[in-house]
């Protein structure tokens, strides 16, 4: 029989320097349903592996933190020339893509798709990258623009800031615009 | 696979120092793993490894953080808090399980 050879016990090393002092933060500029998880996603994973984490909200983007619009937030196949039919693996035409019903189904089947894979609805998944300890941050310009107050809303928002804040803030981050 | 001595005993790890043959874990075995890493534990670490341990034997993969706290009640702020900045990797470390293969 051959001897086994002993290894020296091996230590995973969780607390890789290089992660000190690491820090992400992503711009979230769109409001429809597909654009709004990537970013979700990513910072989720990030926090896991013990990175600082911002999201920053603007334009668009504001749709996945105000109240009355969070809960609703919705999926065209109009102008994506990605949408295959469900059955066949056949282009959408572009042609039917703005017809009335459309956007509701594709939303539909894309919430479908994401509930399947147990992943959180947006207004969940940030409930859960706040507890995580990432941070939420509106843009002052896209606030104004629309008279959004704090209180128009997510409660955990960390503030409402300005551009140069935010460019202080990420002093040294790494910065991915969606 | 490397064969490490972990608690006077011989046990099958990977190239990380994951245990990779889910019977060869116990709770000896698991406090030494986690003394490696830097946790100390306590009833709440216990009840969070054990339902890992449970959920793999049932699912065949480890629980995401996204799993733990809808399937097993585990907050997403105590698991951060029990096992910090990676819980994932550290839980499923400690608990002789693979790390977890799901992105939520």
């Not at chain 1, 001897?3 to 002092?21: H, L, M, W």
């Not at chain 1, 949408?83 to 703005?98: E, F, V, W």
């Not at chain 1, 017809?99 to 992943?119: N, S």
């Not at chain 2, 097993?72 to 790390?99: C, E, H, N, R, T």
Request: aromatic share 8%; with cysteine; proline share 5%.
């Amino acid at each position: 029989m051959t001897a086994t050879a002993i290894a020296p016990t091996i230590v995973p090393n969780f607390d890789d320097d290089s992660n000190e002092g690491r820090k992400i933060a992503f711009i979230c500029s769109k409001g429809n349903l597909d654009m709004a998880y990537p970013a979700l996603i990513l910072a989720n994973a990030a926090l896991g592996e013990g990175i600082e984490t911002h999201i920053f909200f603007t334009f668009w983007g504001f749709d996945m933190i105000m109240k009355n619009r969070m809960n609703d937030l919705q999926f065209s196949p109009a102008g994506n020339a990605a949408m295959h039919l469900p059955i066949g693996d056949i282009h959408l035409p572009q042609s039917l893509a703005p017809m009335p019903g459309m956007t509701a189904m594709a939303t539909k089947m894309l919430k479908k798709q994401i509930a399947d894979l147990d992943i959180p609805e947006v207004p969940d998944f940030l409930d859960q990258i706040v507890a995580a300890g990432g941070h939420l941050w509106a843009c002052q310009l896209s606030a104004d623009m629309n008279s959004v107050s704090e209180a128009d809303l997510r409660e955990d928002m960390d503030g409402i800031i300005n551009a140069s804040d935010f460019i202080e803030m990420t002093n040294g981050a790494q910065v991915i615009f969606i | 696979m490397p064969v490490a001595e972990l608690a006077g005993r011989q046990v099958h790890v990977n190239e990380e120092g994951f245990l990779t043959e889910f019977d060869e874990w116990d709770k000896e075995l698991a406090k030494v793993l986690a003394t490696n890493i830097g946790i100390e534990m306590t009833d709440e670490h216990w009840k969070l490894i054990e339902w890992l341990r449970e959920d793999f034997k049932a699912q065949g993969e480890t629980a995401t953080t996204r799993r733990l706290q809808t399937a097993g009640g585990f907050a997403v702020k105590d698991q951060f808090s029990l096992f910090p900045k990676k819980p994932g990797k550290k839980m499923s470390y400690i608990a002789g399980l693979p790390k977890p293969h799901g992105c939520v």
